[in-house]
């Protein structure tokens, strides 16, 4: 199949959206013991026929179910993974906004015994996605490297695994076999989410890492075979695509710094068809990173911000597609918000209205660029 007959699509998002508050109010009471499973179920699949409507009217082509069945957008397949145990408790995590810090928790995971896939994880979850779009349904999943930034080696039995290669095997068979059970049901597009490798080009956050007794290099070598042994046997009519993100949690983030001092490893090494990378304002640092992307693949420019509601102006986008056509030809490159508007069930602090206005410019722009999605 020709580049530009497959996705990413000219007009692309990297996949959550705003959970509506009434089925936020209801997970609570499904937590609590107040509502059952089956009612949290009809009301997620209630919402997801909402959010695909969204989608579809914007215009888009990828259409995904918002993550709505979901508290965050990693950990709800992370923990249905074999080997991971939990003390109970939690780590804090600081992110970093316009108006402060923000401050968020996750589980003290380790790794205590072989890594493996029990059973599906969101195999019935895109299936009823599928039931319900008109155009291709897009799947999100953690990348396998975000399992070892769960955990680091500090925190993978070394009984279980001695070394790291055994432990590389075990999750990437573990993924494949996800993709496997996704495919036969029909997946063909698939996004791996991943902040690992953005946080490898934050010199904070490399600082941090050397201190918790990891390399940030080998990291990065760690994160190439993981990938590319999860997707070794990847069906030649399945899209696999990567989000490189710098955190968002809130409207907040934890790293900075451009994508330059991975750059040439993770385009020519990590074999994605599609790279969809934050480009939404200083943080980012430029598109000359851009210049190492292969031909075999296309980059999903996120210039339109899901961290506030203010719109962007279409004359300052088009600018900035000139600008990254300086790097890499403009038949190869796509448009997206830079990241999820609902990583996290609590959202991002816009609205409904405005995402949907962030969504339908990136659609208007892509057509009057390329003249088609």
């Given at each position: 199949m020709p580049l530009s007959?497959?996705?990413?699509?000219?007009?692309?998002?990297?996949?959550?959206?705003?959970?509506?508050?009434?089925?936020?109010?209801?997970?609570?009471?499904?937590?609590?013991?107040?509502?059952?499973?089956?009612?949290?179920?009809?009301?997620?699949?209630?919402?997801?026929?909402?959010?695909?409507?969204?989608?579809?009217?914007?215009?888009?082509?990828?259409?995904?179910d918002g993550e709505l069945r979901r508290k965050s957008w990693h950990m709800d397949f992370l923990l249905q993974l074999g080997g991971l145990s939990s003390q109970g408790q939690t780590i804090p995590v600081t992110f970093h906004g316009q108006a402060g810090d923000v401050h968020f928790?996750?589980?003290?995971?380790?790794?205590?015994?072989?890594?493996?896939?029990?059973?599906?994880?969101?195999?019935?979850?895109?299936?009823?996605?599928?039931?319900?779009?008109?155009?291709?349904?897009?799947?999100?999943?953690?990348?396998?490297?975000?399992?070892?930034?769960?955990?680091?080696?500090?925190?993978?039995?070394?009984?279980?695994?001695?070394?790291?290669?055994?432990?590389?095997?075990?999750?990437?068979?573990?993924?494949?076999?996800?993709?496997?059970?996704?495919?036969?049901?029909?997946?063909?597009?698939i996004q791996f989410d991943d902040v690992s490798l953005a946080y490898l080009c934050d010199e904070e956050m490399r600082a941090q890492g050397r201190a918790r007794g990891d390399d940030p290099d080998a990291q990065l070598r760690l994160s190439v075979k993981l990938v590319r042994a999860t997707?070794?046997?990847?069906?030649?009519?399945?899209?696999?695509?990567?989000?490189?993100?710098?955190?968002?949690?809130?409207?907040?983030w934890r790293a900075q710094g451009g994508y330059s001092r991975v750059a040439e490893v993770i385009f020519n090494e990590l074999p994605y068809d599609g790279f969809f990378l934050e480009f939404d304002d200083a943080r980012s640092g430029d598109f000359a990173p851009l210049r190492f992307v292969p031909k075999r693949a296309r980059v999903v420019l996120g210039l339109v911000t899901t961290k506030v509601g203010t719109l962007e102006r279409k004359d300052d986008l088009r600018r900035r597609l000139d600008e990254a056509a300086k790097y890499v030809p403009l038949e190869q490159i796509c448009l997206s918000p830079q990241c999820g508007f609902s990583s996290t069930i609590e959202g991002n602090q816009v609205t409904v209205d405005q995402e949907k206005a962030k969504l339908s410019l990136c659609v208007e722009l892509a057509r009057e660029v390329w003249g088609g999605l």
């Open positions: 007959a497959r996705p990413p699509f000219r007009a692309d998002h990297v996949g959550s959206l705003l959970r509506p508050p009434k089925l936020k109010a209801l997970r609570l009471e499904k937590e609590s013991g107040r509502a059952s499973e089956g009612e949290l179920r009809a009301a997620e699949d209630a919402a997801i026929r909402e959010v695909v409507a969204l989608q579809e009217a914007a215009g888009l082509q990828g259409i995904t928790t996750r589980p003290d995971l380790a790794i205590t015994s072989r890594v493996t896939r029990p059973r599906p994880i969101f195999v019935e979850a895109f299936k009823f996605l599928a039931s319900v779009v008109s155009r291709t349904p897009k799947l999100t999943i953690p990348s396998p490297s975000m399992l070892y930034t769960q955990v680091g080696r500090a925190n993978i039995d070394a009984t279980a695994y001695p070394d790291l290669d055994a432990f590389v095997e075990d999750t990437a068979a573990a993924y494949r076999a996800e993709i496997a059970d996704l495919y036969a049901a029909g997946c063909r597009y997707l070794r046997d990847k069906p030649a009519d399945l899209t696999v695509c990567t989000h490189l993100c710098r955190g968002n949690f809130r409207s907040s």
